[in-house]
């Protein structure tokens, strides 16, 4: 199986910015995708953005216009830029890869250990 491993997170003020980032060798060369979510402490998880193996993307009503998903090939990587940062964004934020279009079938479910986000005001 595939191991995503999460960096980036921590605490932000209101306004702020954080990058998180999923490497996951084997990403790049297996065609996956990835999709991220989050879940809020006392809430279920919620889908945020995804990014397939053509690098389309797609984002919540919640985070467009403020997140951004980037890829770097080379390091088998996703890169989640957050930007304009609200106390409702705090959750932890896991990913996900996922087979995608015409992706190896080693690329389902595999999921990133989380990683905590806290904004404050």
């Known amino acids: 199986r595939l191991q995503p491993v999460q960096s980036g997170g921590g605490s932000v003020q209101t306004g702020g910015s954080l990058r998180l980032s999923c490497t996951v060798p084997g990403f790049t060369s297996l065609k996956c995708g990835m999709t991220w979510h989050r879940q809020a402490t006392g809430q279920g998880r919620e889908w945020i953005s995804s990014?397939?193996?053509?690098?389309?993307?797609g984002y919540a009503d919640s985070v467009v216009g403020r997140f951004t998903l980037s890829k770097d090939r080379a390091k088998d990587t996703v890169y989640l830029q957050m930007d304009n940062l609200k106390p409702a964004d705090t959750a932890i934020y896991s990913c996900l890869t996922t087979r995608g279009y015409g992706g190896n079938s080693q690329c389902d479910d595999n999921w990133g250990q989380g990683t905590q986000v806290t904004v404050f005001s």
């Open positions: 990014i397939n193996s053509d690098d389309s993307t």
